[in-house]
């Protein structure tokens, strides 16, 4: 083990374990101590889910990227293990940047990652990205002697030497290993290139398995690609998006694309394309596959343009999704969340034909980590409400909200009143077509620092964090108009 890998071990443990249970969220991942981004090496292994994460354990903002490291058994309770991956090679100086995980036939754990080199050439600092492997037990993990597997010589021509990043390893039909990864060509757009490989230490590019075309933003980064429902899918993070109608909104944002894959040719073609999540705090999603065949995707709870949310001296940074279920009707990529939430839910409170005008307020209905199911209708059909919002993290004058307009068809995630000092994203608008009766279901996750916010049995769904003090617990409901409501919530004892 490095001096680097044993010092980040150490003050990880150090530090993380006085970090209070109640100074985190109860059921989402955040890192053991310090900054935590995109999820790595999303997988099964031995048993356990494996969840490793981008981190710098010595202070809640970016800096040279570690490998974190966390287990669990059910994808909800999650048990810290040391950090598995330090810069300290000839060639990730500057960090141990995103990838995967897939176990090996003789039982080993295989890591593939962005190796990131800075090189002072013609007096200007260069920056190269290459991919790496580490192979290993599934706690302590060695860099393979012949790194780097893939390097500029294994680029299309015109590719960006700077722009080669976030590997993302699959099975094929045959057994034989596959990877996609983001690449940035020469006409400045995004591209994914896949590659295959025998056994898994010795690979080859195939192809351009999808192109940009400078249609989704720019750069497009953290792949993934898998199987599911009889269609195939392609999920990619491009940066600098352009808005889009009410699809895509500015920024760092999210894209499923969802088609059909040659394995002989290795090209991927779209069908369709919408974004994975509307809400502000969301983006670097990873899969795998569960033992009885569900595709889970968690994601990394932040947004790069609205990083400064956190308090630059908070003991932590970022934090992942809820585990979500995907499937596919109609081409359309539908998100619940994880089955295994509910065994936790206690305490029901439940009321039915509610009329909400003005502010309601309900008896038994508050918290902070909580599971809420509520299905919205008008009271006059042809007339129906103009507004209807739900309150959560409600005290002091503070509150985040959902609002719902029936003749927009939208659903606005607002955190103005959160309590941020910051003039950050707060606001982010999602289109619900088929609402303009007043009709609307949704599910609603709380955790203490989160909400997320799942519309139409999972259609779309918008995330947002806020750091609002844990006394502030009220929810209330509000409408311009007459709303009818049924709800029901239970509190989450995890």
């Not at 989402?28 to 935590?36: D, Q, V």
């Not at 040279?64 to 040391?82: E, I, Q």
């Not at 006409?187 to 295959?196: A, E, H, N, R, V």
């Not at 993070?237 to 920024?251: C, F, K, L, R, V």
Request: glycine share 8%; hydrophobic share 35%.
């Amino acid at each position: 083990m490095s001096s680097m890998l044993e010092k980040a071990r150490t003050y990880e443990k150090e530090h993380g374990d006085k970090i209070g249970s109640d100074e985190r969220p109860a059921f989402h991942l955040t890192p053991w101590s310090g900054w935590m981004n995109d999820p790595n090496g999303f997988c099964r292994y031995q048993g356990q889910y494996h969840l490793f994460y981008q981190y710098n354990p010595y202070a809640a903002h970016w800096d040279r990227m570690h490998w974190g490291h966390a287990v669990s058994t059910d994808l909800l309770h999650w048990k810290y293990l040391p950090a598995a991956l330090a810069p300290d090679g000839e060639n990730d100086g500057a960090g141990c940047f995103s990838g995967s995980a897939v176990p090996l036939d003789d039982g080993r754990l295989l890591l593939m990652y962005t190796a990131v080199e800075e090189r002072i050439e013609n007096g200007e600092k260069r920056i190269y990205q290459t991919q790496n492997l580490a192979v290993g037990d599934g706690l302590n993990f060695e860099k393979y002697s012949g790194n780097p597997v893939l390097d500029s010589r294994d680029l299309p021509e015109g590719s960006s030497k700077e722009d080669f990043r976030d590997p993302k390893m699959l099975r094929l039909s045959d057994g034989s290993l596959a990877c996609v990864i983001g690449s940035r060509p020469s006409d400045g757009s995004g591209q994914i290139l896949f590659y295959t490989s025998e056994e898994g230490f010795h690979w080859n590019f195939k192809a351009v398995l999808d192109q940009n075309r400078n249609r989704f933003g720019k750069m497009w980064e953290c792949p993934d690609f898998f199987q599911m429902d009889g269609r195939w899918v392609l999920l990619t993070s491009p940066q600098d998006m352009q808005q889009a109608g009410a699809e895509y909104h500015p920024g760092n944002g999210t894209t499923c694309f969802i088609g059909d894959f040659d394995e002989k040719t290795g090209k991927f073609t779209e069908a369709c394309d919408q974004a994975i999540d509307y809400g502000i705090d969301f983006y670097a999603p990873q899969t795998l596959e569960t033992p009885d065949g569900r595709r889970i995707m968690i994601g990394w709870m932040k947004n790069w343009d609205a990083c400064a949310m956190r308090d630059p001296d908070a003991p932590w940074a970022g934090q992942m999704t809820l585990p979500r279920e995907l499937e596919i009707r109609n081409d359309k990529l539908y998100q619940h969340p994880i089955a295994e939430l509910s065994q936790y839910r206690i305490g029901k409170v439940q009321y039915k034909d509610l009329s909400v005008k003005d502010t309601v307020s309900l008896d038994g209905i508050s918290g902070r980590c909580i599971d809420l199911e509520a299905e919205i209708t008008a009271a006059d059909e042809e007339n129906p409400f103009y507004k209807f919002s739900i309150r959560f993290a409600e005290g002091n004058g503070h509150y985040t909200e959902f609002v719902f307009r029936p003749f927009e068809e939208t659903v606005t995630a607002d955190r103005s009143f959160c309590g941020s000092r910051r003039d950050l994203v707060h606001i982010r608008e999602c289109l619900v077509p088929g609402t303009r009766d007043g009709h609307l279901k949704f599910r609603l996750i709380l955790d203490r620092f989160s909400a997320e916010l799942f519309l139409q049995d999972g259609e779309k769904v918008m995330t947002v964090t806020f750091f609002t003090e844990q006394e502030a617990d009220r929810i209330s409901f509000h409408a311009v108009g007459e709303a009818r409501m049924d709800v029901v919530k239970y509190d989450l004892n995890l």
